[in-house]
């Protein structure tokens, strides 16, 4: 039986397209830990610089890709809304990206020494052309996610990774900077060739100035949300690079990553089950409201589930990093229930996309950013121990989580209502979570602290988890889950 459901598991593309999503994961953390042998400090150093890059150049697409996301899956039952969007969403891409390249040209010939900190005129062309076709390639993967056919994405996030393993293996006198751009710069070309093989819209050249206003405009707020979070990360790295010592930023460094990686799964169903709930959102506000009863009892208690397992899993890798001794465990507790309360409200923030609200998600980014940077400057003012940083993330999420489900609220129920909003954010034994987590940082730093906790919510909750486990499971083990 076991069997059995680990082969459903596998045939499904939704969880298939999880599971390589770790995979791709730990190649790269593989690839990383190897590459500072084989290319030195220095090179690597290089390296981290050309990542940096490839990840801020998406920024540049003005969030088309994700008002494509939301537009297509409001229009599927509409073919020509639908290729109306997607031509004119890759022409503006296409044009976008050409105008840059052309831009970038012209910069890199006026000021040839540009970077050369990074030596960035050795391999910068092949870069900024790697970073186009990318950022191309991402529009084909939001096409191809909406029609449920992700075989050409997982190929795709895999690519590069296998790639630079392979160069690797070649040892130093293959592995250089030069030639992991051009690894880089293949695998995309490979990637973004195969979308063009028979792909679910066909594409023809469109530039129709009231959907092209829709997309940006939309795009613009959807960036601007999706970037909130990413800048409340960035803040918190940068103070702590700043205002503390290398081994510090090293030990908060280290948490962030695990924060990131033990929530991946969830980020990436949602990534690739948005369009079909959106869709679903949109129809009604009694769909939006069964929607977000459906976050709560089946996703946002098993994200919650998996954290608490995580802190208990931090803490015996702390047992191996004896210099950061209980502070990583502490700085990583703060970060998780930051990630907890912000999922909180995932269901009323994906509802007012769906009814093209998300210039409010904006505001409450905004608020939060603030809110944080005000912390931020009490931290620095009174001389605060690093374990005060992730605290200011923890009330920047309540912040954003409480001013979300208000709006939510607002428009779904026509009014806010104090006692749900409580229900939301500590509900399903989210308060142990949070006390666990207080205590052990403030009171009693012992693992039988956290012991504790994950026993006294296995028990308060072991109900609602079999549930949440056993209607996930027949989510992603359905082969037709993607499916509209």
């Known amino acids: 039986m076991l069997t059995k459901h680990i082969s459903n598991l596998f045939k499904s593309p939704a969880s298939l397209y999880v599971i390589l999503r770790y995979v791709t994961y730990g190649l790269q953390f593989a690839n990383s830990i190897l590459l500072v ?153 490979f990637s973004l060739v195969l979308y063009l093989i028979s792909p679910p819209e066909k594409f023809t050249f469109s530039f129709q100035p009231k959907v092209i206003v829709i997309l940006i405009k939309r795009g613009i707020s959807l960036l601007l949300y999706n970037l909130s979070f990413q800048l409340l990360t960035m803040l918190a790295l940068m103070v702590v690079s700043a205002w503390y010592t290398v081994e510090q930023m090293g030990c908060y460094s280290l948490a962030n990553s695990i924060t990131n990686g033990v929530l991946m799964a969830g980020g990436a169903f949602l990534f690739i089950f948005f369009p079909k709930i959106i869709n679903r959102m949109g129809n009604s506000k009694e769909d939006g409201k069964r929607l977000i009863d459906k976050f709560e009892t089946i996703y946002i208690i098993f994200i919650d589930f998996v954290s608490i397992i995580s802190i208990i899993c931090v803490w015996i890798l702390s047992l191996a990093y004896p210099s950061y001794g209980t502070t990583f465990v502490k700085i990583y507790i703060f970060l998780i229930i930051g990630r907890i309360i912000n999922n909180c409200a995932i269901g009323f923030s994906t509802y007012l996309i769906s009814i093209k609200k998300e210039r409010l998600l904006v505001i409450c980014g905004i608020s939060a950013l603030v809110i944080s940077a005000i912390g931020y400057a009490f931290i620095k003012l009174y001389a605060l121990p690093i374990i005060y940083v992730p605290q200011m993330i923890v009330g920047a999420c309540v912040v954003f989580s409480v001013m979300t489900i208000a709006f939510g609220q607002r428009y779904l129920y026509g009014r806010v209502d104090i006692k749900q909003m409580f229900r939301f954010l500590l509900g399903q034994s989210k308060w142990v979570i949070i006390i666990t987590g207080g205590v052990y940082a403030f009171i009693y730093d012992s693992y039988i602290v956290l012991l504790a906790g994950f026993f006294l919510y296995l028990a308060l909750n072991y109900k609602r988890l079999f549930f949440s486990i056993k209607h996930g499971y027949r989510i992603v083990a359905n082969r037709s889950s993607l499916k509209f």
């Open 37 to 189: 042998n084989v290319l030195g400090e220095f090179s690597y150093g290089v390296y981290g610089f050309i990542i940096m890059f490839t990840l801020y150049f998406i920024y540049l697409n003005m969030g088309v890709n994700d008002s494509l996301n939301a537009e297509y899956a409001l229009n599927k039952d509409n073919p020509v809304a639908r290729k109306e969007l997607w031509n004119n969403a890759l022409s503006i891409v296409i044009c976008w990206y050409g105008f840059i390249l052309i831009l970038s040209i012209v910069g890199l010939r006026i000021f040839p020494d540009v970077l050369s900190k990074y030596e960035f005129s050795s391999y910068g062309y092949a870069l900024l052309l790697t970073c186009i076709i990318h950022n191309i390639s991402i529009l084909y993967a939001t096409l191809y996610k909406i029609y449920g056919k992700t075989l050409k994405v997982n190929v795709e996030q895999l690519l590069p990774q296998i790639g630079i393993l392979i160069l690797i293996i070649g040892g130093k006198d293959v592995a250089s900077i030069s030639a992991v751009v051009m690894v880089m710069l293949g695998a995309n070309l």
